[in-house]
């Protein structure tokens, strides 16, 4: 029983690639898989320094990864990523598209330049990398599972941040389109729509640009915004890295083109 649970979640000889996996999420989700067997590129923006600490929480931990520094709205990138890949690991098994920014304004504040940030990264690279990976995993005939990080604003959006609700919205539909004409090449596509994670991004959202006074009043809301969530806690990264694991393992070879929502019961409040 023990060896068959086992197995169904073994990702022994897979090469996953995570977007975004020097901090938060994508660190979560890049540790869980690297303690499930699977050899991880992590690709970010982040110089090495600042991944310098996933790099080694993996290799402790007996596992292998490597490192690209890329900026993945800038789609001349995107073809390097792939083929360093294969260079350095010979394959890719799994794509999990979690690199991601938040950005607030107000609809009535809106820029181009804002929308056009959001939407390259959040869902352009999301679009082109999955691309440039499905034909790879089609051409070696061996099937994949491609996982994107959407959220829960892309069903219940929070407020001022429209431009990165389109996004996420943008991502849950990419999600179906794909997994409906990836399905008859053993490819599933599915996406996680986190809420509440504990991570660099949403501190630096909670605090950015504030004065004493506009933070303790953040603070405030922060908590009473976590009094009332269901599960009364935020959540952790390595939560997300939980049900990535599922998706990316056999234990969930049924599964195409949905969500899974991972909010502490953020969308019942
Ligand atoms: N934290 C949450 O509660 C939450 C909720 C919903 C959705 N999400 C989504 O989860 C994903 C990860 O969020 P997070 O909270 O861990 O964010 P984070 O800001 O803590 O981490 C994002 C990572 O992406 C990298 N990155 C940013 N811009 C990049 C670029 N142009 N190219 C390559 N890498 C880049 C950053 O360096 C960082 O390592 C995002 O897509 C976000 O929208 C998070």
Redesign the pocket.
């Known amino acids: 029983m023990k060896n068959s649970i086992e197995k169904l979640f073994d990702l022994t000889g897979k090469v996953a690639i995570v977007?975004?996996?020097?901090?938060?999420?994508?660190?979560?989700i890049a540790m869980r898989l690297s303690e499930a067997g699977a050899k991880i590129i992590i690709?970010?923006?982040?110089d090495k320094k600042?991944?310098k600490s996933i790099l080694k929480d993996i290799s402790e931990n007996g596992g292998h990864a490597h490192y690209i520094q890329?900026?993945?709205?800038?789609m001349g990138t995107l073809k390097y990523i792939v083929d360093q890949t294969i260079k350095v690991y010979g394959d890719i098994d799994i794509l999990v598209n979690?690199?991601?920014?938040?950005t607030y304004s107000p609809v009535t504040e809106l820029t181009e330049a804002l929308w056009d940030k959001t939407i390259n990264?959040?869902l352009k690279?999301v679009a082109f990398l999955s691309k440039l990976v499905v034909n790879k995993m089609i051409e070696k005939k061996h099937g994949g599972k491609i996982i994107n990080?959407?959220?829960?604003?892309s069903i219940k959006p929070t407020g001022n941040l429209s431009q990165?609700d389109a996004s996420?919205g943008g991502v849950r539909m990419l999600t179906k389109a794909f997994a409906k004409e990836m399905g008859k090449f053993g490819i599933n596509v599915n996406d996680i729509?986190?809420?509440?994670?504990?991570?660099?991004?949403?501190?630096?959202i909670a605090g950015a640009n504030l004065t004493d006074a506009q933070q303790k009043a953040m603070d405030a809301q922060m908590e009473q915004f976590v009094s009332m969530l269901p599960l009364q806690r935020?959540?952790e990264?390595k939560e997300?890295g939980n049900a990535a694991l599922f998706l990316a393992s056999d234990a969930s070879n049924y599964i195409t083109g949905t969500t899974i929502v991972v909010?502490g019961g953020l969308l019942i409040m």
Do not use: H, Q, R
């Not at 690709?43 to 982040?46: L, Q, R, S, T």
């Not at 990080?149 to 604003?153: E, N």
């Open positions: 977007t975004g996996g020097a901090m938060g999420i994508g660190k979560g690709v970010d923006i982040a600042e991944a890329a900026d993945l709205s800038d979690n690199a991601g920014v938040f990264l959040n690279a990080i959407s959220s829960i604003d990165y996420k729509a986190p809420g509440g994670i504990n991570t660099p991004g949403v501190k630096k935020m959540g990264p997300i909010d």
